[in-house]
């Protein structure tokens, strides 16, 4: 991976981390309302990739697969940042969503039914299944849900910040573990299987779409209303 001259190889490294970069961007696009493009969160992050190659000091003792990580993820976020690309109706319909979740499962005290969210609504399913679409799956733990308040923290930060600052960190805590487990076994079975594929697996959406024979947009569709699930769930954690 270095040239005669002991510098890295540019060309030989940015052919092996492209796979890095696309999958760093299939994880937040996943993350993200359906208007942010996958190709460009790629372009992006290959303008990340080409400035870690150019910063990189091995002397600093980080690995450069780390060291790239950073800096193709803030790539991709600054890039997001300059944009105004999630609207407050957006972020609205995402807690409309776990608000009618909750209270149609409170009230049936099972699973509900997508026809059943819809109807909480006022929707009609395929209208319903439309803002899924739009919304997109999120966090499962917002920093805002550990004591904050409302939009104290800035959306994008919540969704796509650097790992070590990531909420989900928080998960390591065993109680709220145990009610994440428990709440992710209530799910159906099929929203079961598609985070299962997701968290521990690590597929993308398009992959998982692949396993299950549905179109990626259906994928996005379920992965968005397990979370809107999970997180009317673990409210009281």
């Known amino acids: 991976m270095y040239t005669a001259k002991g510098q890295l190889d540019r060309e030989h490294m940015i052919r092996q981390y492209v796979p890095l970069v696309r999958r ?3 994880h937040m696009i996943a993350k993200l309302p359906a208007n942010v493009e996958l190709d460009d969160l790629i372009q992006v992050g290959m303008i990340g990739l080409s400035e870690a190659l150019t910063r990189y000091e091995a002397a600093q003792g980080v690995q450069f697969e780390t060291f790239a990580t950073q800096r193709i993820r803030g790539a991709m976020i600054d890039e997001l940042r300059e944009g105004d690309w999630m609207s407050r109706g957006s972020r609205k319909s995402q807690k409309d969503i776990e608000r009618a979740v909750q209270r149609v499962e409170q009230r049936l005290g099972r699973s509900a039914k997508e026809s059943e969210i819809a109807a909480e609504l006022g929707m009609a399913l395929g209208e ?10 999120t966090q499962l733990v917002y920093l805002e849900d550990m004591g904050g308040g409302e939009d104290t923290e800035g959306f994008l930060d919540r969704h796509t910040g650097d790992t070590e600052a990531d909420p989900l960190n928080l998960l390591r805590n065993d109680r709220l573990r145990s009610a994440l487990v428990e709440a992710i076994k209530s799910l159906p079975e099929r929203e079961q299987y598609i985070m299962s594929m997701y968290y521990e697996k690590d597929l993308n959406l398009k992959e998982i779409a692949a396993v299950l024979g549905v179109t990626e947009s259906r994928v996005c569709q379920l992965h968005s209303q397990s979370v809107a699930r999970l997180r009317a769930k673990m409210r009281a954690h």
Not at 128 to 137: A, F, I, M, P, T
């Open 24 to 26: 760093l961007a299939h």
């Open 128 to 137: 319903y299944q439309e803002l899924l679409d739009k919304v997109r799956g």
